[in-house]
């Protein structure tokens, strides 16, 4: 039977497709009550390609949990990956010479969200940043703060209007109201960082099967989300076609023998593989360099976003990696190298959620956990509002200070 109460989201990658429900006591921590993981299906470099298999899928796993737990729910969360994603800062300022009202607010927030969209996109995310007082005091909230000049920035995120439609007719076919659909990267944030981190300066990146995800935060909140569309099957492939092997089993050969940093000489050992159906030994120093190689190339193209945004200087706290392709050994030590920044891998943040440790200290379940935590964003209605009245003024605040 399904619950109001109940809280649900699906990850949805290339190579898995995750469940998970939760209950929402009346002080907003979530508790987990329900988990489920099956292969993906329908979904290519985090695109989705045909929506019935993807929905069969789906399907599948919801019946399968709703029989194993004996509850239901009927709205969901959903992640999306899109590689075509543009994202940009709008910016608003308003005049003031007084206190500021939450008629300032509307006016100043919705001088920042009016940008124009071409007709095959549309905003997926309007999130708040922080707000500037006289060109020079940056403030979470500036309710009631004296002011001559307000000024406030909103990320925008905007995605193929396609690759939404696709989503929404999938969740349709799986009889499920949608909630939101959120940015990859940013439900992966509310898991897996720290307000500190985000403050400092941090680069979190999300290696996936068919694609690498990333956001960028910094003291303003959100500075930069994107899509590589490149991730842990390259290096499957790289590996299949340096020793001449099927696809299975150079996977195989990545996640029992694999090392993203190659290793010394001295450490080298033969490994035995089949190669079509004979076996065959092949070097674990020649397999790591290989491995090593590709991550380099995934590694680079992050680099290049970093440079071309001039974003290097303000990941102070680093990198955190996480998705399937971070489980790769010496991976932490690659990153470190290659970028000269602290590395560290994502862990979930424990405050606003519990549950089964297991579910808690798995990867595969870090993008659900990010979907039910996630707020959501600034829309019209969540800060326009009369000033009489304190509840309209706590639910602004609540909007204001949010989660960035």
């Known amino acids: 039977m399904a619950s109001n109460h109940y809280q649900a989201s699906i990850d949805i990658g290339t190579e898995k497709i995750a469940l998970l429900v939760a209950d929402k006591d009346d002080d907003g921590h979530l508790r987990i009550i329900a988990h489920n993981v099956c292969p993906s299906a329908g979904v290519i470099k985090g695109s989705l390609r045909s929506i019935d298999s993807l929905s069969r899928a789906a399907n599948k796993l919801i019946d399968q949990t709703f029989e194993s737990f004996s509850l239901g729910f009927d709205r969901v969360s959903v992640n999306i990956s899109d590689t075509h994603l543009t994202c940009t800062d709008g910016k608003g300022k308003v005049s003031i010479n007084e206190a500021v009202t939450l008629k300032d607010l509307d006016s100043v927030l919705e001088s920042a969200m009016a940008m124009s969209t071409p007709t095959n996109k549309e905003k997926l995310h309007r999130i708040k940043k922080k707000f500037t007082i006289n060109e020079t005091v940056i403030v979470d909230n500036p309710l009631e703060m004296e002011a001559e000049v307000l000024e406030s920035k909103v990320h925008i995120v905007t995605v193929s209007s396609s690759s939404v439609r696709n989503i929404e007719n999938c969740i349709k076919q799986c009889d499920l109201q949608l909630d939101k659909i959120v940015l990859n990267p940013l439900a992966k944030s509310q898991a897996l960082l720290s307000q500190e981190e985000k403050d400092d300066g941090v680069f979190l990146v999300d ?83 290989v491995i090593e190689n590709s991550y380099r190339e995934i590694f680079t193209l992050l680099k290049n976003e970093l440079k071309h945004h001039n974003l290097e200087g303000i990941i102070k706290s680093g990198l955190v990696l996480c998705g399937g392709g971070s489980e790769v050994q010496s991976i932490v030590e690659l990153a470190r190298d290659f970028f000269s920044r602290r590395v560290k891998i994502g862990q979930i943040q424990r405050s606003r959620i519990s549950g089964l440790e297991t579910i808690l200290t798995d990867y595969k379940y870090a993008g659900a956990i990010g979907l039910l935590l996630y707020e959501g964003d600034l829309s019209k209605a969540e800060f326009v509002g009369s000033d009489n009245g304190k509840g309209v003024i706590d639910k602004l605040k609540k909007v204001i200070v949010g989660n960035f």
């Open 207 to 289: 290696i996936g099967a068919g694609v690498t995800s990333y956001s960028i935060f910094h003291e303003e909140g959100i500075v930069r989300s994107g899509v590589i569309p490149m991730g842990g099957d390259e290096v499957t492939q790289d590996i299949a076609y340096a020793f001449d092997t099927s696809l299975e089993e150079a996977k195989r050969l990545k996640e029992n023998y694999g090392f993203a940093k190659s290793i010394s000489p001295s450490d080298d050992k033969f490994i035995d593989f089949f190669q079509n159906k004979d076996e065959r030994q092949l070097s674990s120093l020649e397999l790591s360099e």
